[in-house]
């Protein structure tokens, strides 16, 4: 048998012969059936139920007031987020009546769920004027998540407040994933592996034979993998170190270049020279605010 190309279809007769019919041939009835009403409405269903699923998941969607009320009351972490998206749209456009849901909103910097914590902190920086807001990302930089305390450092930048520059100058970092248990590594990533946020990690089994799973906090790099599939861990033992993605690169270095002073200078200047793996642009941008803080400094 001879390998066919994919995308050409033969031509055969309906009746499963290798010639076609003449042209003038009337169609046999089999030909002549409808498709069943049952297969349409479920090859309908495969397109609706997705485009569905998506719609109402999606951030863009416009929320009426008496929607944002709805979703900022339920207790679920998307429709709470889409609602705060949807005040950040409405801050960042001077619409003064955002103003009602700011207690709402700094409430939620406190959410148990993380998610809706960096949110918070993303729609905080809207409005640089409410020192309510500067108060609660002050405190959101001591959060145990790393991804929430980079939300609120980036945030802090439009008030002006230094507070954020430490955490600034640790997205320019490697960072260090430990053990929150002791356990036994089944699979674990290896060194070069580039992770999203939530990726996994390891996965592994403590004493009692549980299987749990170590995600990344961070999206990054793999730069040191100690956790090895077969081997044990213990608690706060270090598993991984990530490198930071050139998107969080970018942005500490452009907070810096407002905030920092000449202490940052060698950083940046490690980063104008090129890091491995940053594309271009980030050498780029590491220059121009090194400018930037020496001309602040007088230099």
């Given at each position: 048998?001879?390998?066919?190309?994919?995308?050409?279809?033969?031509?055969?007769?309906?009746?499963?012969?290798?010639?076609?019919?003449?042209?003038?041939?009337?169609?046999?009835?089999?030909?002549?059936?409808?498709?069943?009403?049952?297969?349409?409405?479920?090859?309908?269903?495969?397109?609706?139920?997705?485009?569905?699923?998506?719609?109402?998941?999606?951030?863009?969607?416009?929320?009426?007031?008496?929607?944002?009320?709805?979703?900022?009351?339920?207790?679920?972490?998307?429709?709470?987020?889409?609602?705060?998206?949807?005040?950040?749209?409405?801050?960042?456009?001077?619409?003064?009546?955002?103003?009602?849901?700011?207690?709402?909103?700094?409430?939620?910097?406190?959410?148990?769920?993380?998610?809706?914590?960096?949110?918070?902190?993303?729609?905080?920086?809207?409005?640089?004027?409410?020192?309510?807001?500067?108060?609660?990302?002050?405190?959101?930089?001591?959060?145990?998540?790393?991804?929430?305390?980079?939300?609120?450092?980036?945030?802090?930048?439009?008030?002006?407040?230094?507070?954020?520059?430490?955490?600034?100058?640790?997205?320019?970092?490697?960072?260090?994933?430990?053990?929150?248990?002791?356990?036994?590594?089944?699979?674990?990533?290896?060194?070069?592996?580039?992770?999203?946020r939530?990726?996994?990690?390891?996965?592994a089994?403590d004493?009692?034979?549980?299987?749990?799973?170590?995600?990344?906090?961070?999206?990054?790099?793999?730069?040191?993998?100690?956790?090895?599939?077969?081997?044990?861990?213990?608690?706060?033992a270090?598993?991984?170190?990530?490198?930071?993605?050139?998107?969080?690169?970018?942005?500490?270095?452009?907070?810096?270049?407002?905030?920092?002073?000449?202490?940052?200078?060698p950083?940046?200047?490690?980063?104008?020279?090129?890091?491995?793996?940053?594309?271009?642009?980030?050498?780029?941008?590491?220059?121009?605010?090194?400018?930037?803080?020496?001309?602040?400094?007088?230099r």
């Open positions: 048998m001879t390998d066919a190309d994919p995308n050409q279809h033969p031509h055969v007769s309906p009746n499963g012969g290798g010639r076609m019919p003449p042209a003038d041939a009337s169609p046999p009835a089999a030909a002549r059936r409808k498709t069943p009403w049952p297969l349409v409405v479920i090859a309908v269903l495969f397109v609706v139920v997705p485009f569905l699923a998506w719609y109402g998941t999606w951030f863009g969607r416009e929320l009426t007031d008496e929607q944002i009320e709805e979703y900022l009351a339920e207790d679920k972490p998307r429709h709470v987020q889409h609602a705060l998206s949807q005040i950040e749209k409405r801050i960042a456009r001077g619409d003064a009546g955002a103003a009602r849901w700011y207690a709402r909103v700094a409430s939620l910097s406190e959410s148990p769920e993380k998610e809706v914590r960096l949110t918070a902190a993303w729609v905080m920086g809207a409005d640089t004027r409410s020192e309510e807001f500067r108060a609660k990302l002050v405190r959101l930089l001591a959060d145990a998540e790393p991804v929430v305390r980079r939300n609120a450092a980036l945030s802090l930048v439009g008030f002006g407040d230094a507070r954020a520059v430490p955490e600034l100058r640790a997205m320019l970092k490697p960072y260090v994933v430990t053990a929150e248990r002791d356990g036994t590594a089944r699979t674990a990533l290896t060194e070069g592996s580039r992770v999203r939530e990726a996994l990690l390891v996965r089994t004493a009692q034979g549980e299987v749990f799973d170590v995600r990344s906090p961070l999206e990054g790099r793999v730069a040191r993998a100690t956790a090895k599939d077969g081997e044990r861990f213990a608690r706060g270090e598993l991984f170190v990530l490198e930071p993605d050139a998107v969080s690169v970018g942005d500490a270095l452009r907070a810096l270049g407002r905030l920092g002073g000449p202490e940052e200078l950083e940046l200047e490690r980063y104008a020279r090129g890091v491995g793996g940053m594309p271009d642009y980030v050498a780029k941008r590491a220059v121009q605010e090194a400018e930037e803080i020496n001309r602040r400094a007088g």
